[in-house]
């Protein structure tokens, strides 16, 4: 495979449930991010990995937990989430984080929803 | 921080017809500019980008110019088709770790 792939593509989850999304580049790029995407606002960004130490946290809900074991793959760990959480979850990839001229590669997302 | 305007959508047009799409950021310094595509059930793709003032992108037949002047970054096609239909997506890139600034995307719907 190519490119960002992620997985599951689609998540129903309740209230007190713990699962995991995974995000995998196939691209040899050094950072990794994850962005939340809900209906009528702006992508937001969750969180940024550059060479898999976590370098950015946006005031990010504890309930989140990120993981980046290697520089190739990329977990965002869910507990007792929110229906509020309920929105596409996106991770993309650049070869750099330290550059504002650098491209990000984005994988299809995760749906999420939270019942 | 940065921040990224996009004019209101969603736009509706027929085939052929001219696109623009209005895009303003407000940034200290002169950050890169993005436009990203997003296809329904999909993720992302970048469609062009330019890096400094009067730098022009672009793919596909679509082009923006990096307007320093008035801080802009319109993306324009002379002739649209009904494959464009996406949301579009303009972005600043930040100063650190490679942090994006989007705007709240437009909607495109082109008909036959």
């Known amino acids: 495979e190519t490119g960002v792939t992620q997985t599951p593509r689609h998540l129903v989850m309740g209230m007190t449930n713990k699962k995991s999304l995974k995000c995998e580049q196939h691209?040899?790029?050094?950072?990794m991010y994850w962005y939340k995407q809900s209906a009528k606002k702006p992508l937001e960004l969750m969180f940024v990995?550059?060479?898999?130490?976590?370098?950015e946290n946006n005031s990010v809900p504890s309930r989140f937990s990120p993981e980046c074991p290697n520089s190739s793959h990329l977990f965002l760990h869910l507990h007792t989430l929110q229906p509020e959480d309920s929105a596409l979850y996106l991770c993309a990839s650049s070869e750099t984080s330290g550059g504002s001229t650098d491209t990000q590669y984005f994988g299809p997302g995760t749906r999420l929803t939270v019942l | 921080g940065n921040s990224v305007t996009q004019m209101e959508g969603p736009v509706t047009l027929s085939e052929e017809a001219f696109l623009t799409i209005n895009c303003t950021y407000t940034a200290t310094g002169y950050p890169s500019l993005f436009w990203y595509v997003q296809y329904p059930g999909e993720g992302l793709q970048l469609l062009l980008k330019a890096t400094k003032a009067d730098d022009k992108g672009s793919n596909k037949g679509f082009e923006a110019t990096y307007r320093k002047e008035t801080t802009s970054f319109h993306l324009e096609k002379g002739s649209v088709q009904v494959s464009d239909s996406a949301v579009y997506f303009c972005a600043a890139g930040g100063t650190s770790y490679g942090k994006l600034t989007f705007g709240q995307g437009t909607i495109l719907t082109v008909h036959p």
């Open positions: 691209l040899g790029h050094n950072a």
């Open positions: 990995y550059s060479l898999e130490e976590r370098v």
